[in-house]
């Protein structure tokens, strides 16, 4: 699976509508597929290689006319000061080198004044050479490597078309970025195969890839055959709502310990933004969604990433603005029915304010009290949410008065030392040595 779940969140702004008053403008992600589901890879979790059939007889190729029709038009209907061009797939660098140039150029032709432009591509890495490399530094790509973990983690679900594994091929994309000083972060699917290896997974990214940015995404895969968000089965390769509770849990207990500041887990980021009272940022965790679209290889623009299907079409960009259809009554219904549909249940949690039900694809379970539409992944969210309010209320605070979350890891330290403390003198005998390091016996120190 190369697409990102999520993405970022900015300021809504506005412009002026023909009556005068200003309609909010908001400031939508695209995420462009410009060779459509084509993946040179099999990974047995993906959910959008079912999509090629959308586009039976298809070439699956963005053409370069369509290509600048999209960058006049999305840089167009940004206001604002920074525009990310968003490359998945399938996977984007089927496409070659000469189509991403030329991206770039088109970029730079229809760029505004006092706007930045910035490029993200999502791959599994198996085609990227020094060129590529060359290409990603010069013009500054962020990009997203897919990588599941260890050898024997990455390769249960990551496999070519011939069912080999992937996993030399993809260290040595890192090792070759890293060389050529690309800007690159690590996801990290959690499925059946590494749910139960939080710690491997995570000490292999930190200390053998070296990369300083990560992020775990779940696999929730419906078991249909259509490739939709139909049905409330899941296939056995999907971690359970408990399993990435547990995952998330492990790895950010070794994290607020001994990493703040240092590595950076994008769910950790976001919590922290939510408990410091700031948006999420994060289309999952928002309360409505609707501004991170999906445009594939034929111009055709999709609600979601996750929704790229018949009845989630909005139009084809070379025959209706993308604007129009950001801004249709069918697209805001969508973000809206995010929250609408919200469970009692989560309307009453208390960890809402970071959650918000999770992303709508994976509402396919009931509540206790039998209420459709709660979030397969529930289990896990409340654990993990509940389990770093503590280290998460400090560091906000921290943050609000101009100090270093990073402070958690003494502030945690200190704690611990002292909660021992208290055990070694709960559990000292009288003639043992007294735990306050005196030399003393106990019953002659603070045992009297
Ligand atoms: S359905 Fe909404 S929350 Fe889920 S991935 Fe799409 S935009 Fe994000
Ligand atoms: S943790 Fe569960 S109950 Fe609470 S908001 Fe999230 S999905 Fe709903």
């Not at 999952?284 to 929704?307: K, Q, S, V």
């Amino acid at each position: 699976m190369n697409p990102l779940d999520a993405t970022t969140a900015v300021p809504a702004s506005s412009m002026p509508s023909a009556g005068g008053d200003p309609v909010p403008v908001p400031a939508f992600h695209v995420m462009m597929k410009p060779r459509g589901a084509i993946c040179n890879l099999d990974c047995k979790y993906c959910y959008f290689l079912a999509k090629e059939d959308l586009y039976p007889g298809s070439g699956f190729r963005m053409s370069d006319d369509l290509l600048e029709e999209y960058t006049r038009q999305y840089i167009e209907a940004q206001q604002v000061p920074e525009v990310t061009f968003a490359w998945q797939g399938g996977e984007p660098t089927l496409m070659g080198l000469e189509f991403f140039r030329k991206a770039v150029e088109y970029q730079k032709k229809h760029q505004k004044p006092d706007t930045r432009i910035y490029n993200s591509l999502q791959t599994n890495g198996t085609l990227l050479d020094a060129d590529w490399c060359r290409f990603f530094h010069e013009n500054d790509f962020l990009i997203g490597l897919s990588l599941d973990g260890p050898r024997a983690l990455h390769d249960a679900y990551r496999v070519d078309k011939g069912g080999k594994p992937t996993f030399d091929t993809v260290m040595g994309a890192a090792e070759m970025m890293q060389a050529s000083e690309v800007e690159f972060n690590i996801l990290t699917t959690v499925h059946a195969a590494n749910g139960e290896h939080p710690l491997e997974v995570y000490r292999f990214l930190r200390d053998v890839v070296k990369t300083r940015f990560l992020q775990f995404i779940p696999i929730v895969e419906l078991d249909n055959d259509t490739g939709y968000q139909e049905g409330n089965e899941v296939t056995d390769r999907s971690v359970t709502g408990k399993q990435y509770g547990r995952f998330l849990v492990r790895i950010f207990d070794e994290w607020v310990r001994r990493d703040v500041g240092k590595m950076y887990v994008q769910i950790f980021d976001v919590s922290l933004a939510a408990w410091s009272g700031q948006s999420p940022g994060l289309c999952i965790f928002m309360e409505t969604c609707g501004d991170a679209l999906a445009l594939e290889h034929n111009g055709d623009l999709y609600a979601c990433d996750h929704y790229v299907e018949p009845d989630y079409l909005l139009g084809n960009i070379t025959e209706i603005p993308m604007m129009e259809m950001v801004l249709s009554e069918q697209q805001r219904a969508f973000g809206q029915a995010k929250l609408d549909t919200l469970p009692q249940y989560c309307l009453s949690c208390d960890v809402r304010f970071i959650c918000n039900g999770g992303c709508p694809k994976n509402r396919i379970i009931t509540t206790p009290d039998g209420e459709p539409g709660l979030n397969y992944l529930c289990e896990g969210y409340k654990a993990f949410f509940h389990h770093i309010d503590g280290p998460m209320r400090f560091m906000a605070n921290e943050l609000r008065h101009r100090r270093a979350p990073a402070n958690v890891m003494t502030y945690i330290r200190r704690q611990e030392a002292e909660l021992r403390r208290q055990r070694a003198f709960k559990s000292a005998g009288r003639n043992d040595p007294c735990p306050c390091g005196s030399g003393l016996k106990y019953k002659r120190c603070h045992g009297r």
